[in-house]
């Protein structure tokens, strides 16, 4: 409502005519870590066009397609608009009071007979880079005395939350390489110029790492594909799928083998080098090469670059995250980096503030993201206090004290994203006793939903970033913003802020387990039902953003809406982490946390393995410009024409082996599953590799007019779930790397 020009326009209706304000507003993204600057159109409550926002303090005029394209989503004819319970075989619409009510009811009485942890959440993608609901949605289950929080990460990033925390003594301490000044990056497993980065803030990452190239820098892409990044600039290096540990760990050993360290640093700030030095002695180039793809050579030149360089950062993400050892490559990577004096340094990698300085200490001191619990199914650790998405399958379906029997699902479709979806996860959620599912949309895991409530989209909800700005810092430049909503709730939808804490009511739920707390909210929401003050004084999502705000020492809402651009902070100095924010017990940084070397000096049988099946094609996921996950294709102009499936992407001289052209149908077949899909020969793929979107498979959701009648299908029906069948440091399942068979269909 600020920061707009305004004028009249006229809108003819059958009935009248009506004078109708143009008007401009400026926001910021949700869909990713970038957050890019929005300039907003509106005509009335209706948004007719987003652009860029040139004034933006960082992305600067920079947005991708789907961040200009996100307001089609929001005005999809398919928005959830009322609640709707099922009765038999059918939804029917029902009131909020109703709804509440009822919900509430069976959760206290499934908390009375099977305790706390027979409720859990999962949290979804959509809603994760808003504030408030990702906070409120692990403080409901606290309160009711659950543990069973499942979210995302547990199937793209948890492994760096498990590293980081047996390396630097807490999860979220994520460095981030300092883009803007490095003069060599070894981006592995990431595709920027798609993905806008992963766990930093990178607008415009194009023009951002031909900038290194310009200065005379080094850019290499180490990678199964040539990715839309690497077409563009740098030099592509190929690697074999899931084999990045074995690079990493020759990389090191090329390190120590030059006694290339920082021995000031390492003997001031780190502990372990001994350790870390004997497991990467078995691992020379040489033997690596013939699992990864990638000569001595070719190493030893990126090692000579790395080495070299006046600032130099390795940098991997979701492509090694999802392999079959993301923590111990993540852990390795962050080795380097630090005994090499790259880590803490401009140029190289930097560990950001966020906005509450020394979060990571008090956390950790509060216990908060600390939790040293074990699942109920395999045993597998929690990590950022949350379980593993690949068991709640079985989590739901093995009887006993701590089964699962209702779940609230969040802005997620986990029916759809997680490992082997097709298997045993849908007659879980047939199973089970209460499915409540708080979304935009009636998605596909909304179909076995006992209640569907109508949440907000992004564009509804005023705002902070959430972790990776407000708690992480991962911003090579650190600035705040804050947005108002653009246009109001429609219908009965309301801020799932708002839904969480009536939920918390209902339910009997104890916010965050804290009595003082409860109360507080209790009365403030209480106080916004009273006539008259209840509108000026009454707890809303923005008085709640304002109370954080401060917390954050951001200042006002309102001295933040004076800055609609975004507020600058304080720039990175480097050289203020190492011996001063580092949280481990005796402060130094952990090079060889013990169980990380034992699990690499038992990497023995995985490489075996591989060279024994180095002839079989290996399967890795793919992002699409045009993509989001699972939650970008209910917009038509992003599935028409060829974009209306995904594809089985492979090199031309493997398309011979298997006999196929592009156009033809095969059946893609792993251990669990087989699915069918067309070919796209391609020599941007590494021979033995092939690359499969992932996201796509919506044939079932009836509330997504334009998806259903999409052809894609889910790689995720191809990966394993179960406690056998994940990372166990990190519970991540093995989304790349499968090994498949490809086999024309006639």
Request: aromatic share 8%; with cysteine.
């Amino acid at each position: 409502m600020r920061s707009c020009r305004a004028e009249l326009v006229v809108a003819l209706r059958p009935w009248h005519l009506c004078a109708v304000a143009t008007r401009t507003q400026y926001t910021f993204c949700r869909i990713c870590e970038a957050t890019c600057g929005l300039k907003a159109t509106l005509e009335g409550a209706r948004i007719t066009k987003v652009d860029p926002d040139p004034a933006h303090v960082v992305s600067k005029g920079y947005s991708c397609i789907k961040g200009l394209r996100y307001h089609e989503m929001h005005h999809s004819p398919d928005r959830l608009r009322v609640p709707l319970k099922r009765v038999g075989d059918r939804f029917e619409e029902i009131s909020w009071r109703q709804a509440l009510s009822e919900i509430g009811a069976k959760v206290r009485q499934l908390v009375k007979d099977h305790g706390g942890d027979s409720v859990a959440a999962y949290l979804g993608n959509p809603i994760s880079f808003s504030l408030l609901p990702p906070i409120l949605t692990s403080a409901f289950l606290q309160g009711l005395g659950s543990r069973n929080l499942f979210q995302t990460g547990s199937q793209d990033c948890n492994n760096k939350f498990a590293a980081a925390q047996r390396v630097y003594g807490f999860p979220f301490i994520q460095p981030f390489p300092d883009i803007d000044r490095t003069n060599c990056l070894i981006i592995i497993g990431s595709n920027p110029a798609v993905s806008r980065g992963s766990f930093v803030q990178l607008p415009d990452p194009v023009r951002r790492l031909r900038a290194i190239e310009a200065r005379g820098g080094r850019v290499f892409h180490v990678n199964p594909r040539r990715t839309e990044t690497a077409k563009q600039l740098g030099t592509q290096v190929f690697i074999r799928p899931d084999t990045d540990v074995y690079f990493l760990l020759s990389f090191l050993h090329e390190v120590l083998a030059r006694n290339a360290i920082d021995k000031e640093r390492v003997t001031r700030y780190m502990k372990g080098l001994g350790a870390l030095r004997a497991v990467s002695a078995q691992w020379p180039p040489e033997r690596t090469a013939k699992v990864t793809g990638i000569s001595a050579a070719t190493l030893r030149e990126m090692v000579g670059a790395y080495l070299g360089a006046d600032g130099a950062a390795l940098t991997l993400s979701t492509g090694v995250n999802q392999g079959s050892h993301g923590t111990l490559a993540f852990w390795i990577q962050e080795s380097i980096n630090a005994i090499t004096g790259n880590l803490d340094r401009l140029g190289g990698t930097l560990v950001g503030h966020g906005y509450i300085e020394d979060f990571p200490k008090h956390a950790r001191k509060g216990g908060h993201t600390m939790r040293k619990d074990l699942s109920r199914i395999g045993h597998l650790p929690s990590v950022a206090d949350t379980f593993p998405a690949g068991l709640m399958a079985e989590e739901i379906l093995t009887p006993g004290q701590g089964q699962v029997r209702a779940l609230f699902c969040v802005s997620g479709n986990p029916l759809l994203t997680v490992p082997n979806s097709g298997g045993k996860l849908g007659k879980a959620l047939d199973a089970l006793e209460l499915l409540v599912v708080i979304d935009i949309f009636k998605n596909e895991t909304a179909n076995h939903a006992h209640y569907i409530l109508p949440g907000a989209s992004a564009y509804q909800r005023a705002d902070l970033p959430f972790v990776f700005q407000s708690l992480m810092g991962v911003q090579p430049i650190p600035y705040a913003q804050y947005t108002d909503e653009l246009v109001p709730l429609d219908g009965e939808q309301r801020d799932e802020t708002m839904i969480l804490l009536q939920l918390a009511r209902a339910c009997g739920s104890t916010l965050f387990g804290s009595s003082a707390a409860n109360r507080v909210l209790r009365t403030w929401m209480g106080v916004g039902r009273l006539p008259l003050v209840g509108r000026w004084l009454g707890l809303t999502p923005k008085r709640f953003l304002a109370l954080m705000a401060r917390a954050f020492r951001l200042g006002s809402l309102r001295s933040l809406r004076k800055h609609p651009h975004g507020r600058l902070l304080a720039p990175h100095r480097g050289g203020d982490f190492l011996g001063k924010r580092v949280v481990t017990g005796d402060g130094l940084i952990d090079l060889a946390p013990g169980e990380l070397v034992d699990a690499a000096r038992a990497l023995a049988p995985s490489f075996e393995k591989e060279l024994a099946q180095r002839d079989k094609l290996k399967l890795i996921s793919k992002r699409e410009p045009h993509s989001h996950n699972s939650w970008f294709h209910n917009l038509p102009r992003f599935v028409e024409g060829k974009r209306s499936t995904n594809y089985l992407y492979m090199h031309p001289d493997d398309g011979r082996k298997v006999g196929v052209d592009s156009g033809r149908m095969v059946e893609v077949r792993s251990s669990v599953a087989s699915v069918r899909l067309p070919v796209r020969l391609s020599d941007e793929m590494m021979v033995g590799a092939v690359a499969f979107p992932h996201g796509w498979g919506h044939q079932a959701a009836d509330g997504l007019s334009v998806a259903s009648k999409t052809t894609g299908a889910n790689v995720n029906l191809l990966a394993a779930d179960g406690p056998d069948e994940l990372e166990y440091f990190s519970g991540m399942a093995k989304l790349n790397g499968i090994w498949v068979d490809v086999v024309p269909v006639d």
